[in-house]
């Protein structure tokens, strides 16, 4: 089995979106698992999903309470996988993708590395504005040290070997710590610092053309500022590659693999002060006098 995973709560306008450029894929032999928050609008929004998924292997649940975004996400690939899934794609009510999205999700099946932590849909790291989609290379992937949340597919394997066991924060003994800040800011962040730092070489799969893009001026980490300068204007694959390929950083022109070197080095700054920044809280505490307030 293999499964399409959605989260979404009350924004079903921008939940039409994401199902007018999903149906435009190949869906052939998946089943589409909905998580949908509590709200005001969740009768809208359920509606949708009954409507639009007709006719389809689906699997739509409400949540009896507000999960929040790191867990909503957490419970909902936890059940598809132990429902059997062996591989999944996860997507959110704020996003559009491309119409040979799950047609690049077989191939990253199809053509898996053991290295391969996951097909990311976009190349950027979290909490930046400088994604890469370049339209002069439709068919071209690379691999990266980054993670981008914005849509992502993962196999059953790696699930539970390495996203899983940090998905909530946590980290078995055995693995390299995601830096303390990462964790707490979310689960995109804790995938982001352990790719990053990991001694086993993983990486993330990466299309040099964005196969998503992201809807939402508002959201519980987007401001319309940081959304219009990072994904206005975005290009959007259109589904006319007819394969995909790896490609080695040093065979880029020069305007993507800068691209890709800055993307790296802003990750490897970010790791860095994300184990520093709690430190130095601690000892701005400590050094204060006794009894002084600031």
């Keep these: ?23 435009a894929n190949d869906l052939s032999g998946y089943t589409i698992a909905v998580a949908i928050e509590p709200s005001e609008r969740t009768r809208e929004v359920l509606a949708l999903c009954q409507v639009r998924l007709s006719g389809r292997d689906h699997r739509i649940v409400v949540n009896d309470a507000v999960l929040g975004v790191r867990a909503n996400p957490y419970h909902l690939l936890r059940r598809v996988f132990e ?39 976009l190349a950027g790291p979290c909490g930046s504005a400088a994604m890469l989609s370049d339209p002069g290379h439709p068919d071209e992937l690379v691999a990266a040290r980054t993670f981008n949340s914005l849509g992502f597919a993962v196999r059953r394997e790696e699930w539970h070997r390495h996203l899983e066991p940090i ?13 303390p800040r990462m964790q707490q800011w979310g689960w995109d962040w804790s995938i982001h610092g352990y790719l990053a730092q990991h001694r086993d ?5 990466q299309p040099i053309l964005a196969r998503a893009t992201h809807t939402g001026r508002l959201g519980t980490s987007v401001t319309p500022e940081f959304h219009d300068q990072a994904f ?62 600031t």
């Excluded at 089995?1 to 149906?23: Q, V, W, Y």
């Excluded at 999944?88 to 191939?107: C, G, K, M, S, V």
């Excluded at 709690?278 to 701005?284: A, E, G, R, S």
């Design 1 to 23: 089995m293999k499964t399409i995973s959605i989260t979404a709560m009350r924004r079903p306008e921008l939940l039409a979106r994401l199902f007018d450029t999903l149906l």
């Design 83 to 121: 429902d059997g899934s062996a591989f999944n794609l996860y997507l959110e009510e704020d996003l559009e993708i491309a119409p040979d999205t799950t047609r690049l999700a077989e191939w990253y099946v199809a053509n898996h590395r053991p290295e391969w932590l996951c097909l990311n849909l």
């Design 167 to 179: 998905w909530m924060g946590g980290m078995p003994r055995s693995a390299t710590r995601a830096p």
């Design 201 to 205: 070489k993983l990486v993330s799969i």
């Design 232 to 293: 206005a204007g975005l290009p959007l694959a259109d589904g006319t590659a007819t394969g995909y390929a790896l490609t080695g950083h040093a065979a880029l022109p020069h305007r993507v693999r800068s691209l890709l070197n800055a993307q790296a080095e802003l990750t490897a700054h970010r790791v860095a002060q994300s184990w520093v920044e709690p430190y130095v809280d601690l000892i701005k505490r400590l050094r204060r006098p006794f009894g002084r307030k």
